[in-house]
């Protein structure tokens, strides 16, 4: 039988890593660059990340290595892409003129039910789809890095996406074996970025205030809360924190959660190069220097395998 065909437009890290995805689950993928360079990389990338996974033991899906491979084809005709597929993964550059160019030129060559998912960590679909004649048909489908690894997908839907191009996009994520949430409405961040800001202004307010130093205040999610992290959410850890559940546990602690929380401090200004960021990166690169990060990002990858194959069994 001829299986759907996805498009994936734009060949780096994240365009490739969908390919891997879609391919495992037997899908016909087509993948689309501005630089012919690009695709040729990308078709070296895969060749060598998915026998490289097939020798780990970790290959997802029931094809071979080669087999997924032969489902992923090249195109630099944006037209091409388009044709006949079912949906088309954006994984083009974070920057929103090229995004808004792309899709109007996308626009005028969408069919009927065609959806356009974006891999964009932080524009909402309304900012790149207004004013196009299949704006509804746009929809942000938002993943973590590394994809293999990292199952959430986050679907945000600008004011006019259809509720049907929101329910296939998660019935497609769900059959690749990712984990969609899908958000009611857009807002800035999503939900993950929020949670993550969230943390990441406490941490730097506990650092800046000499309270914790880099390998302390990290240490609190490795070695702490991020072990429970990694297999409940904080709204069943709260659940499970109390004899008589979550509604126990905010009457218990909600008194102590108020007081903390009302000193907590204005939002940090990390993009100002003062010495708080200073100190920070003098830390962290004492931790892990700058020419390690790649071998560092390797063991990572590494090791999230391993977890990946855990998190199945939970
Ligand atoms: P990347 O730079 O690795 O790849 C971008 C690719 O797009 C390049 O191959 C480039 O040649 C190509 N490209 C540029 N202009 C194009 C055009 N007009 N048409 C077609 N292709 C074009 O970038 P990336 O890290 O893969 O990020 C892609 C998207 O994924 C971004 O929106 C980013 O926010 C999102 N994202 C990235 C991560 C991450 O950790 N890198 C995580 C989640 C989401």
């Not at 994809?147 to 959430?152: A, G, Q, S, T």
């Not at 979550?246 to 909600?254: E, L, N, P, S, T």
């Amino acid at each position: 039988s001829v299986q759907k065909k996805i498009g994936i437009v734009g060949s780096g890290l994240i365009g490739r890593a969908w390919a891997m995805l879609f391919a495992a689950a037997g899908y016909t993928v087509q993948m689309y660059d501005i630089l012919e360079s690009q695709l040729v990389t990308a078709q070296q990338e895969l060749d060598k990340e998915l026998h490289s996974l097939e020798e780990k033991g970790a290959l997802r899906g029931q094809l071979k290595a080669s087999e997924q491979l032969a489902l992923i084809g090249f195109t630099q005709q944006l037209e091409e892409l388009v044709r006949d597929a079912v949906h088309i993964q954006e994984c083009v550059p974070e920057q929103l003129q090229l995004k808004k160019s792309l899709y109007s030129q996308l626009d005028g060559l969408l069919g009927g039910d065609t959806v356009v998912a974006s891999s964009t960590s932080t524009f909402m679909p309304s900012l790149y789809s207004e004013g196009l004649q299949r704006r509804q048909q746009m929809l942000v489908a938002h993943p973590l890095n590394p994809p293999y690894f990292i199952p959430l997908v986050e679907i945000v839907p600008a004011p006019w996406t259809t509720a049907e191009a929101v329910e296939r996009t998660r019935l497609l994520m769900l059959s690749l074996g990712q984990r969609p949430v899908t958000l009611k409405r857009e807002i800035e961040g999503f939900a993950t970025n929020r949670i993550q800001y969230a943390i990441l202004n406490e941490v730097w307010r506990l650092v800046e205030s000499g309270i914790l130093s880099v390998a302390d205040v990290d240490r609190v999610l490795s070695q702490g809360l991020g072990l429970r992290y990694a297999l409940l959410g904080s709204l069943e850890t709260a659940h499970l924190n109390a004899p008589g559940g979550v509604a126990d546990y905010f009457k218990r602690f909600g008194a102590e959660i108020s007081a903390v929380s009302a000193t907590y401090g204005p939002t940090p200004d990390t993009q100002a190069e003062g010495a708080a960021l200073a100190e920070i990166a003098r830390q962290c690169e004492k931790l892990v220097p700058l020419a390690e990060l790649d071998q560092r990002r390797a063991t990572r990858d590494a090791f999230l395998i391993h977890l990946a194959r855990l998190k199945k069994q939970f």
